[in-house]
């Protein structure tokens, strides 16, 4: 199967870069990218072909492509990809706007094509385990869930992050929609009204949110809390984030740290004390296997578009709730 990534914007593009370089049952082809100095860094440090445009690649006679760009430019590169006839996989949030959105939807489907929204945090051992309890009734009616969703803001690594045209959002954008998608994934039911309150608190050369607090309910009645922030020091913490989730249900509750496997790395040459090494299980390795499988096998991925459509509609609503002080309504 041959592969190429469009776009190193993302800071995701080194672990489907990574993955794609070891995956012996791939033709990874290259990446595109217009971005010369970006471009040039990436194909130096995996020593694989840049192309200055995503025409370029797309002419490699390839079966998929992994989607790495700006969230604003989601659209146009999808348009691209289909028109080309390629199998998207394609990084969240599926766009900016539902209306950008709903037009990946009617390209993906006119072309008949498949199309993953990247929430690889579904393949998390920890996740998969709490899913398998959800459905064995081992915890039986689930009331409420806290969840907590924290990182560094991404500036540092792709500055764009810190650009609401280009990004869409900050903190909230980022990460509101991990943990709905999880959610969504446990219950079978859909977001019925959004509340949330944002601000920039951390980061105030940032001219963007870094923090929500942002209130769900579900159409069968659970309560969620997502706290959705680029909290941690932007050079003085030894990992990016994490992701964690209280559950409160009929027989009990769970905790999940979904990054909880990792070592302390100390080093006299770096400024941060200690650095975490994560030793478990890789989620991206196995969302990226279940996309190529879905291709090969001709059947739908484990995620689809609506899955990524679901949860930017929520993400969208915390900010119009932010905005007008209000509960949105999504019934």
């Known amino acids: ?3 190429g990534i469009m776009s190193f914007a993302h800071v995701h593009a080194d672990d ?11 033709d990874f082809v290259g ?4 971005d010369l100095e970006r471009g040039q860094a990436a194909g130096k440090q995996y020593n694989i ?3 200055t ?10 079966d998929a492509v992994i989607i790495c760009s700006e969230n604003s430019r989601h659209l146009q590169d999808v348009k691209l990809a289909a028109n080309a006839g390629v199998h998207i996989l394609c990084e969240k949030p599926v766009e900016v706007s539902l209306e950008a959105a709903q037009e990946i939807a009617k390209l993906v489907k006119d072309k008949n094509l498949k199309f993953m929204t990247a929430f690889p945090m579904r393949f998390d051992p920890s996740i998969v385990k709490i899913k398998d309890m959800l459905e064995q009734n081992q915890l039986g009616s689930l009331y409420a869930v806290n969840g907590i969703n924290h990182a560094q803001i991404p500036r540092r690594h792709r500055a764009w992050f810190a650009d609401k045209s280009l990004a869409g959002g900050g903190a909230v954008m980022d990460h509101t929609v991990h943990i709905v998608d999880l959610l969504r994934w446990f219950t079978g039911s859909e977001v019925s009204t959004v509340y949330a309150e944002i601000e920039n608190p ?24 997502i706290d959705a922030s680029w909290s941690r020091p932007e050079a003085a913490y ?11 249900a009929e027989k009990g509750t769970v905790e999940v740290d979904a990054f909880a496997q990792h070592l302390n790395q100390y080093s006299k040459k770096s400024d941060i004390n200690a650095n975490w090494i994560g030793w478990g299980s890789d989620s991206t390795k196995t969302m990226m296997a279940n996309f190529f499988d879905s291709i090969k096998e001709d059947r739908e991925a484990a995620i689809s578009f609506n899955d ?9 609503a915390a900010y119009e709730s932010a905005r007008t002080a209000s509960v949105i309504n999504l019934a």
């Open 31 to 34: 990446f595109s990218d217009s």
């Open 238 to 248: 030894p990992t990016w984030g994490h992701l964690k989730m209280e559950l409160i």
């Open 308 to 316: 990524g459509y679901q949860a930017l509609k929520v993400a969208l």
């Open 16 to 26: 489907f870069a990574s993955n794609l370089i070891a995956n012996k049952d791939i």
């Open 202 to 225: 951390f980061v105030k050369d940032a001219d963007i949110d870094t923090a929500g607090l942002v209130s769900l309910e579900f159409n069968n009645g659970l309560i969620a809390t």
């Open 1 to 3: 199967m041959r592969v």
């Open 53 to 62: 445009s995503h025409e370029e690649l797309l002419a490699q006679n390839l």
């Open 49 to 51: 072909k840049h192309f």
